[in-house]
């Protein structure tokens, strides 16, 4: 088995899903709006700039999940799908996902963002295997709080490297589209490493290295 594997935010969606997420529930008045947009902006920019404490960004993130029932979370993830993530989807991803399909690779997302939010948009793209930061559960709600390693930086090779051993699979052949320099650790694990409308750290160092560099902006 081949693995094709994709990060999500600005790499297949040409946008941020945990980033609208939150502009999502300050534009429908969930959360408190100044507060939440200043946190969620700057948090954004921290994992921009390489310097995100992942932990104290779940804090935040996931603190809103804690606080109301399923049927409201799932009712304004669908309305968020709609609004946000369907404009973020682009053909140019889809048909690098069916050229993969069409190779018999097996199709992954690994992302930082959690997935309460990720799983919907995986489904929608046609992708099984999703690897995203799990929100703790208890008695069917959220605590606000993290199960497991956050797939974030090298979170993202300890995540991949358990489902492998619980696969009985590997990582020969195996391709990784990335945008970002925070994904660095896991892009340089994998043979075919692809830089997809990078950042400028992770556009210089690909082209040092020779790696991939692509758009998939339509």
Request: aromatic share 10%; hydrophobic share 40%.
């Amino acid at each position: 088995m081949t693995l094709a594997i994709f990060d999500l935010d600005n790499t297949l969606l040409a946008g941020d899903s945990d980033h609208a997420w939150g502009e999502f529930l300050v534009e429908e008045g969930i959360v408190d709006a100044e507060v939440y947009r200043k946190a969620n902006d700057r948090f954004y920019e921290e994992y921009l700039n390489g310097g995100l404490d992942i932990l104290s960004y779940l804090r935040f993130a996931l603190q809103p999940l804690s606080i109301h029932s399923m049927d409201e979370l799932l009712d304004w993830r669908g309305r968020f799908m709609e609004k946000k993530v369907r404009p973020m989807l682009q053909q140019k991803a889809r048909k690098l996902l069916d050229s993969h399909r069409e190779r018999g690779h097996t199709l992954m997302i690994i992302t930082a963002t959690n997935r309460f939010v990720t799983e919907p948009i995986a489904e929608v793209l046609g992708i099984d295997h999703l690897i995203a930061t799990e929100p703790e559960m208890v008695n069917g709600r959220y605590t606000g709080e993290i199960a497991g390693t956050p797939s974030f930086q090298g979170g993202k090779v300890t995540r991949l490297d358990d489902w492998l051993v619980a696969t009985g699979e590997d990582l020969n052949g195996a391709w990784f589209y990335s945008d970002s320099h925070n994904d660095l650790p896991l892009l340089e694990k994998v043979d075919n490493p692809v830089a997809v409308d990078p950042d400028p750290k992770l556009e210089a160092f690909a082209k040092n290295k020779g790696w991939r560099v692509m758009t998939l902006r339509d």
